[in-house]
């Protein structure tokens, strides 16, 4: 909502679900609880209560839950949003209660073609700290749709002094990208919280990349997305940067601490922990390999100890490598 208040002459509403936090966010231009000490853009209102006439009058609507709360969203505004709606969540959906045994989580589209087909939708992704672009910061995002009129609005009403937006009318080598990427941020949090070193986490970058591009080529993706923004870029910020909380949940599980103490002290969401089961089981659904992966799973699931996990991945047979 910042970047989008920065360019001159956009009218931008910021609606929060609860009003407390709305009234306090439009008191004092400040969102205290989730970034706090970053000034909000005078221009920007903010608003709770009725959102559905907010939608309905809307040129784009930004949807900023995590995945979590994507369905329910999408669900809510298919019958007003006549505008464009993108989202921001980078994961894959938990699978739906009642799912058929074996059932796997959806990426965002996958769900958004279930529950609001006709809605012309997108994705907002790329290396974007939230801190860095609400202060304004040098920032590159990907505008992923297959649906043009999205794809402009995004770079419309985003690109601005500090906010480049690229289109891409890939958004399955997008989402499969940011999803991924979470996890195998768990994975380097892990390598760097044991100080296995930096050969060892450049090597887990490269081959989670490959990881990655292999699942997403099966998924219907193109190669090249992986090599920009919302693969290799998001890749590198997040699994080596330490504002990101998935860096955190593996730093602090090397530290010893159980996957409910660092989900609990994070106080935020971090997508890889609800993801990387699905990654996972979508991968051996399509016969992909992820060892990567397949290493965070056991560690979440609790059957590998961090060591185990490394020892997982140092002890696979070279004959299973492949160069991709
Ligand atoms: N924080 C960041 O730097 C970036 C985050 N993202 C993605 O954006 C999504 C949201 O992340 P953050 O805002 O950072 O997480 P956060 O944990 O900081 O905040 C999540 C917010 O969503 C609300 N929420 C929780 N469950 C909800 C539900 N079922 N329905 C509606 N709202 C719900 C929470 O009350 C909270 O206000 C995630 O998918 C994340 O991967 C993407 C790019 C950058
Ligand atoms: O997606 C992000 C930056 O692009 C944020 O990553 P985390 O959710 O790990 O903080």
Not at 139 to 161: E, K
Not at 190 to 203: E, F, I, K, S, V
Request: overall charge neutral; charged content about 15%; glycine content about 12%.
């Amino acid at each position: 909502a910042s970047a989008a208040a920065h360019p001159a002459g956009h009218a931008v509403t910021l609606w929060a679900r609860s009003p407390e936090q709305a009234a306090q966010m439009q008191a004092c231009h400040e969102n205290t609880r989730y970034l706090p000490g970053i000034p909000l853009p005078s221009a920007l209102r903010v608003a709770s209560g009725d959102w559905a006439a907010l939608a309905r009058a809307a040129d784009l609507v930004i949807v900023a839950t995590p995945m979590a709360g994507l369905r329910g969203m999408l669900q809510a505004l298919a019958p007003v949003a006549r505008a464009p709606v993108a989202w921001l969540c980078k994961g894959f959906e938990q699978p739906q209660p009642g799912a058929a045994a074996g059932g796997a989580g959806l990426l965002a589209h996958e769900v958004c073609e279930q529950v609001a087909p006709g809605l012309l939708a997108g994705v907002l992704s790329g290396p974007s700290f939230a801190q860095e672009v609400a202060r304004a910061q040098p920032t590159a995002m990907v505008a992923a749709s297959p649906h043009a009129p999205v794809r402009d609005a995004l770079v419309r009403a985003l690109h601005g002094p500090s906010v480049r937006v690229y289109a891409n009318d890939d958004w399955v080598g997008v989402e499969v990208g940011g999803a991924v990427k979470n996890v195998l941020a768990i994975a380097t949090g892990l390598c760097d919280g044991l100080q296995l070193g930096l050969n060892a986490r450049a090597a887990l970058v490269t081959r989670g990349l490959a990881e990655t591009t292999r699942l997403g080529l099966a998924l219907g993706a193109r190669a090249e997305t992986f090599m920009g923004l919302s693969g290799l870029g998001d890749l590198v910020l997040t699994a080596t940067g330490d504002l990101s909380r998935n860096r955190r949940v593996g730093l602090l599980l090397a530290s010893g601490q159980t996957l409910a103490q660092a989900v609990e002290s994070l106080g935020h969401v971090a997508e890889g922990v609800y993801s990387a089961r699905t990654v996972a089981g979508r991968a051996r659904q399509l016969g992909i390999e992820m060892p990567i992966t397949e290493a965070v799973v056991g560690l979440l699931d609790g059957r590998l100890a961090p060591a185990e996990a490394v020892a997982q991945l140092m002890g696979r047979d070279p004959a299973a490598d492949r160069p991709v």
